[in-house]
Nanobody, 126 residues
């Protein structure tokens, strides 16, 4: 059983930055694609960013592209999401997820992910 634990959320003013972290219990973490998703109140969960096991392939949602960077440190079994120029509409619970399929191109669909963290709240005030 893989455990994912997110951290780094909080309250920030619009225009500010946050770095989210997701630590995985899986020792073969480096082989798996990882994704970040978010769910705002009253809305469905949506894709934010994903990264391949090697870190070479990355994808972003249009809503965060240019403002966010996904990265990973396989030695620490951790994936990160650096978010800059935050907007009130970025307010959501952010989840990390792990895909067991070991694809060359990471997936943006949450249906492809097998394990999920509990989420970390990000609140952006205007």
């Amino acid at each position: 059983q893989v455990q994912l634990v997110e951290s780094g959320g909080g309250l920030v003013q619009a225009g500010g930055s946050l770095r989210l972290s997701c630590a995985a219990s899986e020792r073969t973490f480096s082989g798996y694609d990882m994704g970040w998703f978010r769910q705002a109140p009253g809305k469905e969960r949506e894709f934010v960013a994903c990264i391949s096991g090697s870190g070479f392939s990355r994808r972003y949602a249009d809503s965060v592209n240019g403002r966010s960077t996904i990265s990973r440190d396989n030695a620490k079994n951790t994936v990160y999401l650096q978010m800059n120029s935050l907007k009130p509409e970025d307010t959501a619970v952010y989840y990390c997820a792990l895909d067991l399929r070991r694809m060359l191109v990471p997936a943006s669909s949450e249906r492809e992910y097998d394990y999920w963290g509990q989420g970390t709240q990000v609140t952006v005030s205007s």
